[in-house]
Nanobody, 119 residues
Framework: HVQLVESGGGTVQAGGSLRLSCVFS????????MAWFRQAPGKEREGVAT??????TYAETVKGRFTIVRDYANSRIYLQMNNLKPEDTAMYYC???????????????WGPGTQVTVS
């Protein structure tokens, strides 16, 4: 199994920036598949930056504003969020998945999350 812990959330004004962090450990996942998700009240969880390292798929609503950064030496991934909007308000989670031949499989493991609120 995999252990995931997010941090870095908080409250920020529209137009501001935040950098989220997720530390991962354990087994049963591929580090190159570490990804970011979010869930707003009343909505389903959605992928923010998912897929194989270097080939990430970004949600249309965050393209050009969010960037996933990977630091394998420290078993961490980051989510750099710039030009934040009120619509970005959500609980943010990092997720893990197994992979086969460079393709990430289903994401079904997430950390406890970190709250991001944009006013």
């Amino acid at each position: 199994h995999v252990q995931l812990v997010e941090s870095g959330g908080g409250t920020v004004q529209a137009g501001g920036s935040l950098r989220l962090s997720c530390v991962f450990s354990g087994y049963g996942y591929n580090p190159y598949c570490m990804a970011w998700f979010r869930q707003a009240p009343g909505k389903e969880r959605e992928g923010v930056a998912t897929g194989w390292s270097g080939e990430e798929t970004y949600a249309e609503t965050v393209k050009g504003r969010f960037t996933i950064v990977r630091d394998y030496a420290n078993s961490r991934i980051y989510l750099q969020m710039n030009n934040l909007k009120p619509e970005d308000t959500a609980m943010y989670y990092c997720g893990a998945a197994r992979a086969i031949s460079g393709t990430c499989l289903e994401y079904k493991n997430w950390g406890p999350g970190t709250q991001v609120t944009v006013s």
